[in-house]
């Protein structure tokens, strides 16, 4: 394997990677961020809660 194509595949691998991280990390954060704002009782809308939580 080209050391070239080896790098491209990581960096590539790795964009996808950190952007599922991000994906999946920012929802809860904001979703955190809420709960603390308004207490308990904070309940996100549904389309909102079926990406925090997909299943």
């Known amino acids: ?3 070239s194509c080896l790098i ?3 960096c590539v691998t790795g964009i996808i ?3 599922a ?3 999946g990390f920012v929802p809860r954060v904001i ?3 809420n709960w603390f704002k308004f207490g308990r009782n904070y309940s ?3 389309n909102f809660h079926l990406r925090v939580n997909p299943g």
């Open 8 to 10: 491209a595949t990581t």
């Open 17 to 19: 990677g950190l952007r």
């Open 44 to 46: 996100p809308d549904s």
């Open 21 to 23: 991280v991000i994906v």
């Open 1 to 3: 394997m080209d050391i």
């Open 31 to 33: 979703y955190s961020i």
